[in-house]
């Protein structure tokens, strides 16, 4: 049962970093256009290269 | 200093005035939003954005496809109107969004307040829950004590961040002596926050705070994705606003300056340009003009107009250039004090209570007492406040409203998306419920089932020379009755006639010569006489009269809908302000067999009331202010975009683009809606019956609990994602 010790920090360090970086998302404008984001996948446009 | 600055680093001196331009460009660089019913693929989107770049000017143009919008960052020489240009030529249908109104802007702050919430909640229930399968999975003593405490040590400032909207909602409706969803919600959440701690304290075998935390977070994805669509609907509803215009010209010293139509005054002189809508009511003092009255009364034929008329505010000037007194300005207008009665008016969605209100009604008392019972009931069985507290926290958390709070929902978010997707806006929330129940359909003439365009009829049976001599008049004229003739003409390849000295009259039509004779296309009485009552325009040759009879041009998808109506079995009605023979040939038509010509704003909404009193549940199609009263008496109603801003507000539902043939599908996915949501509040109520009695006979453990709740949620979830 020592592990446990170590595990269970380990798990809610694993979460938080989730979090953290969920957080992040929503606030860099990631949620605005669902929609949009899931077409865009399909479009050929900036296969090669990310937008400038 | 300037001299100093020269002798260090001549370069600099140039640099401020560099830095000044470069501001004073970034000043001049507007954002221009489009909004964009029509978009709905990725191909739109390529399509859309590359046109929009290439434009010459603009610098950046991203699509938005869940709003259906278009952000454009572009140099101050691009105006909307070209980029509307650009995008029609393209076959996307754009209008221009006041860039000044905050929803079309800002950001949704209160969504991402739900959201981060949510996240947290989501979190927290997951950590919590890891912890909690190893104590339903056996560890005992000291290794579960601890479990308990990690647990309590996330979940209290959880819920402290993440349930805040529930307590929030609960103390303003306790403030007020209301009980509504929120307080049996807090209450689970609270009492089951104490119990466990109680328990903890104790070393106790029961703690619920993985229950407490599911709860907070079902429930917080319910209220994300309402407030989503909502925040949708809200902003997409706001930005058709923006497209009212609120400036005027109004007249000062023989100069005219724009001015808010906010800050016009009585008495003031307004400057009103064809093509304008009339911002005041007001008398003309100068110019001859037509008006178009269509959206007040139905009419469609424009309305001579000379010094002495009186218009009111709504009109549109159609040809010459006016200059008016005003005698009624903002919210004394003859528009808004009918817009006013309309608000006052009882409506159809005031009457109506949701299925999911009516649902809550029966359920807050009903869990409150329930828990009461159990929890007195306990305590006068075993006098152990603790085993009675603990009972009543199961019983309530085992009650969770999900099918109420998360069900309903998804269902609407579902509904209304897919609405949205085919160019619908649903504004009101209970409008799918109350769309469900229609089985009669009341349309309104102008401006709905047609398109307010003129079309010439009969031009087969005039002579060619005569064609070609009306086409060289049409042209020179921006009357809507001119401009729809030469588009005819000129898809009949008739050659104009080679006429001089052409000349608009305002108000009257246009004059030329023509080998010596004076030739006039225009009113009847001006340009020759007229046989059927002057509804149409005159040509005049010398001494022979040619006479041009117009009918308005169907909207698109107007046939469809009313087939498809009928065939779904529902009575189809058309109420019209126009003229007896203009609505007998349209109905027929569209072959509508119930139909009234003629009618007054009150006739209309008098019709209404009695399809209702005859136990009809109506929905009302109209766009125009004699159809506001109509709309607000009507059981559902819906509008197209270009509808007067008083219907648009007056109606549930915004057609967003210019077809109408979503309306029978609308009926049908209204239908799905209010049928997969009993359903859901079947699937609660089953599920209720099985674990409620678990819970007062003290047989639920967190594991149960935790159990019952999450497959209920997420059936009930599913149940929503079935509706296609």
Redesign the interface.
């Given at each position: 049962?020592d592990v446990?010790v170590w595990l269970?920090p380990i798990?809610?360090f694993l979460?938080?970093v989730?979090?953290i970086g969920?957080?992040y998302t929503?606030k860099s404008?990631q949620?605005?256009?669902?929609?949009?984001d899931s077409?865009?996948?399909?479009?050929k446009?900036w296969d090669d290269h990310p937008k400038p | 200093m300037s001299t100093a600055t020269l002798s260090a680093c001549p370069a600099c001196s140039a640099a401020p005035s560099a830095q000044d331009i470069a501001a004073r460009a970034a000043i001049r660089d507007v954002k221009l939003t489009l909004s964009l019913p029509t978009i709905h693929c990725s191909a739109c989107i390529s399509a859309v954005e590359q046109a929009l770049n290439a434009h010459p000017g603009v610098n950046d143009a991203r699509v938005n496809l869940t709003l259906k919008r278009a952000q454009v960052d572009a140099g101050s020489a691009v105006t909307a109107d070209e980029l509307v240009h650009t995008l029609a030529a393209i076959g996307y249908e754009a209008h221009e969004l006041d860039p000044g109104s905050a929803a079309v802007t800002a950001t949704d702050k209160a969504g991402r307040d739900l959201l981060m919430r949510l996240a947290v909640a989501g979190f927290a229930s997951m950590n919590v829950m890891l912890l909690s399968v190893a104590v339903w999975s056996g560890a005992a003593d000291a290794t579960r004590d601890l479990f308990h405490w990690i647990s309590a040590f996330i979940t209290f400032p959880t819920i402290a961040f993440s349930a805040q909207p529930f307590f929030r909602n609960a103390w303003s409706a306790l403030k007020v002596k209301r009980l509504n969803m929120d307080v049996p919600i807090t209450l689970a959440i609270l009492l089951a926050l104490v119990t466990s701690l109680w328990e903890t304290t104790l070393s106790g075998e029961h703690a619920y705070f993985d229950a407490a935390l599911a709860l907070t977070f079902f429930l917080l994805a319910g209220r994300y994705l309402d407030h989503r669509t909502r925040a949708i609907a809200r902003s997409a509803a706001e930005e058709l606003t923006a497209l009212e215009v609120p400036r005027a010209w109004r007249v000062v010293d023989g100069e005219e300056i724009q001015t808010p139509v906010a800050d016009l005054h009585i008495g003031d002189l307004i400057r009103v340009r064809p093509g304008a809508r009339m911002p005041v009511d007001g008398e003309i003092i100068e110019g001859r003009s037509e008006l178009d009255r269509s959206l007040l009364t139905g009419e469609t034929l424009p309305v001579p107009a000379e010094p002495g008329t009186a218009v009111s505010a709504g009109e549109v000037n159609l040809t010459g250039p006016l200059l008016l007194r005003a005698t009624a300005v903002g919210q004394d207008t003859s528009l808004h004090r009918m817009a006013d009665l309309v608000a006052v008016a009882e409506s159809g969605r005031s009457r109506y209570t949701s299925l999911a209100d009516s649902a809550a009604k029966l359920y807050a008392p009903g869990v409150h007492i329930l828990s009461a019972l159990a929890f007195v009931g306990w305590y006068l069985y075993s006098w152990d406040l603790r085993t009675a507290l603990n009972i009543a926290a199961a019983v309530l958390i085992i009650t969770c409203p999900c099918a109420l709070g998360l069900a309903v929902p998804a269902v609407t978010t579902a509904a209304s998306g897919r609405l949205f997707k085919r160019g619908m806006l649903v504004k009101h929330e209970t409008a799918l419920e109350r769309l469900a129940s229609v089985d009669t359909v009341v349309f309104d003439k102008t401006g709905t089932l047609t398109a307010g365009r003129p079309l010439p009829l009969g031009l087969d049976r005039i002579d060619d020379a005569s064609l070609s001599v009306a086409l060289a008049l049409a042209e020179g004229s921006a009357h809507p009755l001119s401009q729809s003739l030469t588009r005819a003409l000129r898809d009949l390849a008739v050659p104009p006639a080679p006429v001089t000295d052409l000349t608009e009259m305002p108000g009257y039509g246009t004059q030329a010569q023509l080998n010596g004779q004076t030739v006039r296309l225009g009113r009847a009485g001006w340009a020759g006489p007229s046989q059927n009552g002057g509804t149409g325009a005159v040509l005049s040759i010398g001494e022979q009269v040619v006479e041009f009879t117009f009918a308005d041009d169907l909207r698109p998808g107007a046939e469809q809908a009313v087939a498809a109506l009928q065939a779904a079995g529902i009575h189809v009605a058309l109420i019209s302000g126009d003229r007896q023979a203009a609505v007998a040939d349209l109905a027929a038509r569209l072959k509508i067999t119930d139909w009234t010509a003629e009618a007054l704003p009150g006739d209309k909404s008098a019709r209404i009331q009695a399809l209702q009193d005859g136990g009809a549940k109506v929905l009302m199609v109209g766009d125009g202010l004699n159809d506001t009263a109509a709309l607000t008496a009507a059981d559902v109603s819906i509008s197209p975009a270009t509808a007067l801003d008083a219907a648009r507000v007056a109606s549930d539902i915004v057609l967003l683009g210019g077809d109408l043939s979503p309306i029978p599908s609308a009926l049908t996915t209204a239908r799905a809606a209010t049928r997969r949501i009993r359903e859901n509040f079947r699937i609660a109520t089953l599920y209720n019956i099985i674990a409620v009695p678990l819970a007062i006979a003290g047989l639920a453990t967190p594991l149960i609990a935790a159990l019952a709740m999450s497959t209920s949620s997420i059936t009930v979830s599913l149940n929503a994602l079935r509706l296609r």
């Open positions: 049962m446990l269970i798990s809610l979460g938080a989730g979090l969920f957080i929503v404008n949620y605005d256009d669902p929609e949009g077409q865009r996948i399909l479009s446009e | -």
